[in-house]
């Protein structure tokens, strides 16, 4: 005879059986966890996208097209960075409108095939049919002294021997 008790899921004698937990019940605390990470990751996902999408509108601001297209066509700017001169998606700033004016203030990442920096800008407009004016515009290279792209460059000495 063995001397061994019976097994630990069986039910004492008299006792009805214990019934079968399920797969829920066994794994609770991992539905648990798997469900916060579960909203977690998509609160996260839609911050994100938030962002992202913002930077875009400020990146695609008319403000932002219009100093991102007079830093190409400077070439103090493009002997820099060489051409063409695109904007980087982490743009960060802030603009408002109001009664036809607006105001916009940005710092937009730029780069070219040779250098990159950052274009900073304040800009103002009176009306929908007035063009921004630039209180600030300046690219600052990654290594070097800013540009101030309101004054505009040097003209080119005449060549020698010209007339």
Request: net charge positive; with cysteine.
């Amino acid at each position: 005879m063995s001397a061994l008790p019976p097994p630990a899921s069986t039910p004492p004698h008299g006792a009805p059986p214990l019934p079968a937990r399920s797969w829920a019940a066994r794994n609770l605390v991992w539905l648990i966890i798997g469900g916060v990470l579960a909203v977690v990751i998509g609160c996260g996902g839609c911050f994100g996208w938030v962002v992202w999408n913002f930077m875009g509108a400020l990146r695609d601001h008319p403000a932002a097209s219009e100093a991102l297209a007079r830093a190409a066509a400077d070439p103090r700017v493009t002997a820099i960075t060489g051409t063409p001169l695109e904007a980087g998606r982490f743009v960060t700033g802030q603009f408002s409108a109001g009664g036809g004016s607006g105001a916009v203030s940005l710092n937009m990442p730029v780069h070219g095939p040779s250098g990159s920096g950052w274009l900073r800008l304040d800009a103002a407009q009176g009306g929908p049919a007035t063009p921004w004016k630039f209180n600030r515009l300046v690219f600052e290279p990654r290594d070097g002294p800013a540009i101030d792209l309101r004054i505009p460059p040097p003209a080119e000495p005449p060549p020698p021997g010209g007339s």
